[in-house]
């Protein structure tokens, strides 16, 4: 699953914890989405529409 639009920052090599955490420490941050496959986090600042996405991990805050 994934909430399209909103990206503000990306994490290259970071795992899903560190994702969950750079989100929970940024007050701008509302959702993330990790891409196991690249290692890759997604801090998102708005909440779009959700949309099954495969190989993408979601998290709301």
């Known amino acids: 699953m994934d909430l ?6 990306r994490l290259r090599e970071s795992s899903y914890i560190q ?3 750079a989100c929970i420490g940024d007050n701008s ?3 993330f989405s990790y891409v ?3 290692s890759e986090c997604w ?3 708005a909440l779009g529409r959700p949309k099954t996405t495969k190989g993408v991990e979601l998290g709301v805050k």
């Open 4 to 9: 399209p639009g909103g990206d503000y920052k």
């Open 19 to 21: 994702c969950f955490t």
């Open 29 to 31: 941050c509302k959702a």
């Open 36 to 38: 196991p496959k690249k």
């Open 43 to 45: 801090l998102k600042d």
